[in-house]
């Protein structure tokens, strides 16, 4: 049996997911698929390489720092996250906490990273051979949000996040062969998204990227759709959504070493609910 596990991202929510991982690797829970977005992405290839802790070490330290995130970078480059800092500088081979690149490469499951073509406003989907050693351009371009970042380019073509696109990409999932999934949300899952920021954000990238801005302006549409299709598996027994109950404060970039713990052991503690579904 093929079993996945999606993580749909959500900048410093993510801690969430971070502490599931961590139960995973503490239980020796393996998953034969995985599935990125955004900051999912990352959270994965730390997982992927069997690095427990490296995910909490960057959302209550790495993460806060100005290198990191803050207007200081978006005055300087456009670029609110500073995604050479995260992905390279800390990330490579070099870097304060390198990302161990050969078990990631070692590791039998696949590893799959969504990301929206700046220019059609389509998904794309990075497979683990577009990663190379000291080059993770597939995660940067998937962690790349309009209006806080530039797009970023890959291979010629310019990226946003993958969340854009295809928020929750449980069909994809189960068309590349998984028999059961695990889907990693980082908000409640009964959230339902409200399209009225996503159509300012829209408005700010469509002079010069109109496809990608038509599809920030369905986003909502799209992940409330997917969520309740999610939902629709979860009762034929081949889906199970872990989600956190409440976030309290706790928003995409709220900069709080405490809530974001809080969180990692939310998703820590809720993780246990996995281990009876990948049976």
Request: proline fraction near 5%.
């Amino acid at each position: 049996m093929k079993i996945g596990v999606i993580d749909v991202g959500g900048g410093l929510r993510g801690s969430y997911t971070a502490g599931v991982y961590d139960w995973c690797h503490d239980n020796d829970i393996r998953f034969d698929y995985c599935m990125g977005i955004s900051a999912g992405s990352a959270n994965l290839s730390s997982y992927l390489a069997w690095q427990r802790g490296r995910n909490l070490k960057f959302y209550t330290d790495y993460d806060l720092r100005p290198e990191c995130m803050g207007m200081k970078n978006y005055l300087k480059t456009r670029n609110f996250v500073d995604l050479e800092y995260v992905y390279g500088d800390l990330s490579n081979s070099y870097g304060e906490y390198p990302l161990d690149y050969d078990a990631v490469n070692n590791n039998p499951a696949e590893f799959t990273i969504v990301a929206t073509d700046a220019e059609t406003g389509k998904p794309h989907y990075f497979t683990k051979a577009d990663i190379k050693r000291d080059d993770f351009a597939p995660i940067k371009a998937s962690s790349c949000v309009p209006a806080a970042n530039k797009p970023y380019m890959v291979n010629g073509r310019m990226y946003y996040d993958g969340g854009i696109s295809d928020p929750i990409p449980v069909e994809k999932c189960f068309e590349d062969g998984c028999d059961k999934v695990v889907l990693l949300l980082t908000r409640p899952r009964d959230f339902v998204r409200n399209p009225d920021k996503d159509k300012l954000t829209s408005a700010l990238i469509r002079r010069k990227y109109p496809a990608a801005a038509d599809a920030m302006s369905r986003r909502a549409v799209r992940y409330n759709v997917e969520l309740w299709l999610a939902k629709q598996y979860e009762k034929k027994g081949k889906l199970l959504i872990v989600a956190p109950d409440d976030i309290g404060k706790m928003s995409t970039l709220t900069k709080d070493p405490e809530m974001i713990e809080a969180l990692y052991y939310k998703g820590y503690r809720d993780a246990e609910v996995i281990r009876e579904f990948v049976k």
